[in-house]
Every structure is written in C-alpha cells, then in structure tokens.
C-alpha cells in the first residue's frame, strides 16, 4: 500500500545495559507503554478538540500507532515512526501526523515540567496521570530515557521523576472545568451551590456575590433552566471532579418541557388496569371509601 513514513520522535535509552547501542529486552516494555501513553493522549486532546463528535474517525489508531524500525547509536536511540497512507479515504487528513505529533509534543512539556519541577501543563489532561506515572518502570538508580523532539532539549525519565510522577496521581489536582446542569440547592452565605449534572453525582460548585443573582435565578427554575459552569475545579486522583473552586463563567440556558403528543392520556391506562382487577376485588372496598379515605388509610375516626 502507498505511502511514507514519518519520524515522530526519538526515546534514547542512557544505562550500561544499554551500552553498545543494544536496546535489552525489557526495555520494550517501556516502548509498548510510551506508544500507549501518547495514544491515550492523542485521543483525549481531540476529543476535547471535537466535543460534538462521539467516535473517533477511522484511521485514528494507525495514525497513532508509532512503530521501531531501526536502533541507532548514542547508547540505545529508538527511532519511533508512523506510517502515513496514500489512499482516497485518508484525502481529509493531514500529510503530517499531527495527532501524535501534538501528543508527542505535550508528553516532553510534560516531562520537562516535571524536571524542572515547574507546574505540569495547562493543557495536560489530569487523568492521563496514571498512565504517566507508570512509563519508566523498568529502570535502575542510574538509567534515564531521552525524549527528543524537533526544536526542543531533551526531556529526561528517570526514577526521581516517575517519583514525582506517582506523587501527582496519589494527590487530588485541579484543573479546567466546563459542566452543565440543574442548581438544586444554593447557600448564599456560604456562596455555593450544588449542581446535578445528570451524572449521578452533584458537584458543589463557589460563586462570587456578583453571580448571586444567576444563582438565585437557575435555582427559582430549577425545572427548566439548565446552569453551564466554566472554571477552575479540584479532581480525585482518578480524575473525578470535585468540586468548583472558581468559576469563570455562569451561562443559564432553558429547556422547555417536552411532551409526547402521541403518549396515551393518563386516564386510559387508569382505567385498563382497573379492567384487570377481578370484579370479585373491586366489590370487597367499602362503600364509604371515598368519604373516609384516612380512616381507612391511617385508621382516624369516620366523619
């Protein structure tokens, strides 16, 4: 099939195992984690990119899938590629692997944050973390891995940094948050509110005196308005939110109650399941049901 391969980066082993630029077998392991690091990353960046899509498109898994063709020297260099098709169903993708590419690059921020010991990325999604934390499992006290991308000093691994690493997936994090649903509940003195965001769970959400009046109103229409909070959040070490911890921006939209003009009327199906129940049954009621409901219901004396 036609095509071309395309270099994306470049992983250089630095060890005495890995002297004569001899790449040990158990280093493949940390291939095979790089390759699913940078995938999961390539997949949430565009899914943050394209929120009204639900399936990623077809090719987006080759278009990710970085493969070793060759060890160069400099300890052990792995070259790691893609291959890019020439066929008329890949006509709407770029020539360039730009979806590992952008991966790639956000992995070497990433790396080099920690390094430098500077805040990870903004736009690095938290909960990627764990599958951060687990690349460099396999190496010595005094072993590193390289990230080198074009244009960029390279980024180091080393077991001080999967450290650090581990350290950020066993602590909460905050990060950017964007949400929507219904405001069940406001405490004005406090300044929060709980927002049911239709996922089973309520996240608290601060808002200033300036937002009060939003506040107050999604919450008076709570039926048919709809709350959408963009901001700052803290997240579990598992990527659940939290709660809102400053919120950016509060926009109320309104649902109008939608009703199925094709649904049966209430009473209908009121009276077909009264047709089920034996004549036997109904003749047992008393005849004074209607008039003394609670006597009969919680035993209070008949009118």
């Given at each position: 099939?036609?095509?071309?391969?395309?270099?994306?980066?470049?992983?250089?082993?630095?060890?005495?195992?890995?002297?004569?630029?001899?790449?040990?077998?158990?280093?493949?392991?940390?291939?095979?984690?790089?390759?699913?690091?940078?995938?999961?990353?390539?997949?949430?960046?565009?899914?943050?990119?394209?929120?009204?899509?639900?399936?990623?498109?077809?090719?987006?898994?080759?278009?990710?899938?970085?493969?070793?063709?060759?060890?160069?020297?400099?300890?052990?260099?792995?070259?790691?590629?893609?291959?890019?098709?020439?066929?008329?169903?890949?006509?709407?993708?770029?020539?360039?692997?730009?979806?590992?590419?952008?991966?790639?690059?956000l992995?070497?921020?990433?790396?080099?944050?920690?390094g430098?010991?500077?805040?990870?990325?903004?736009?690095?999604?938290?909960?990627?973390?764990?599958?951060?934390?687990?690349?460099?499992?396999?190496?010595?006290?005094?072993?590193?891995?390289?990230?080198?991308?074009?244009?960029?000093?390279?980024?180091?691994?080393?077991?001080?940094h999967?450290?650090?690493?581990?350290?950020?997936?066993?602590?909460?994090?905050?990060?950017?948050?964007?949400?929507?649903?219904?405001?069940?509940?406001?405490?004005?003195?406090?300044?929060?509110?709980?927002?049911?965001?239709?996922?089973?769970?309520?996240?608290?959400?601060?808002?200033?005196?300036?937002?009060?009046?939003?506040?107050?109103?999604?919450?008076?229409?709570?039926?048919?308005?709809?709350?959408?909070?963009?901001g700052?959040?803290?997240y579990?070490?598992?990527g659940?939110?939290?709660r809102?911890?400053?919120?950016?921006?509060?926009?109320?939209?309104?649902?109008?109650?939608?009703?199925?003009?094709?649904?049966?009327?209430?009473?209908?199906?009121?009276?077909?399941?009264?047709?089920?129940?034996?004549?036997?049954?109904?003749?047992?009621?008393?005849?004074?049901?209607?008039?003394?409901?609670?006597?009969?219901?919680?035993g209070?004396?008949?009118?």
């Amino acid at each position: 099939m036609a095509g071309k391969w395309k270099e994306v980066v470049k992983l250089t082993f630095k060890g005495e195992r890995f002297r004569d630029h001899a790449l040990d077998l158990r280093a493949l392991s940390e291939l095979s984690q790089f390759q699913k690091m940078v995938a999961e990353t390539a997949k949430t960046l565009w899914r943050a990119a394209n929120p009204d899509r639900e399936r990623l498109p077809s090719h987006f898994e080759e278009r990710v899938r970085l493969c070793l063709r060759r060890i160069e020297d400099g300890s052990a260099t792995a070259p790691l590629e893609v291959f890019i098709e020439e066929q008329d169903q890949m006509r709407l993708w770029e020539t360039e692997p730009v979806e590992i590419n952008e991966a790639v690059k956000l992995a070497h921020e990433v790396f080099e944050a920690v390094g430098s010991d500077s805040q990870l990325p903004e736009r690095f999604p938290r909960t990627l973390l764990p599958e951060y934390a687990k690349w460099g499992q396999n190496l010595a006290d005094d072993e590193a891995v390289e990230l080198h991308v074009p244009d960029k000093n390279p980024a180091r691994l080393t077991l001080v940094h999967k450290q650090k690493l581990e350290k950020y997936v066993e602590t909460p994090h905050r990060d950017r948050v964007e949400i929507g649903g219904e405001v069940f509940e406001a405490d004005v003195k406090k300044g929060q509110f709980h927002l049911w965001s239709g996922e089973g769970t309520a996240v608290t959400v601060v808002f200033t005196p300036e937002q009060e009046d939003k506040v107050t109103t999604a919450l008076k229409e709570h039926k048919t308005a709809r709350m959408f909070v963009k901001g700052s959040g803290e997240y579990s070490p598992q990527g659940k939110l939290l709660r809102v911890l400053h919120v950016d921006e509060l926009r109320i939209t309104t649902t109008e109650p939608h009703y199925d003009q094709s649904a049966r009327p209430i009473e209908d199906m009121l009276e077909e399941l009264a047709g089920e129940i034996p004549q036997e049954e109904w003749d047992k009621l008393p005849s004074d049901l209607n008039d003394n409901l609670d006597h009969y219901l919680y035993g209070v004396p008949k009118q």
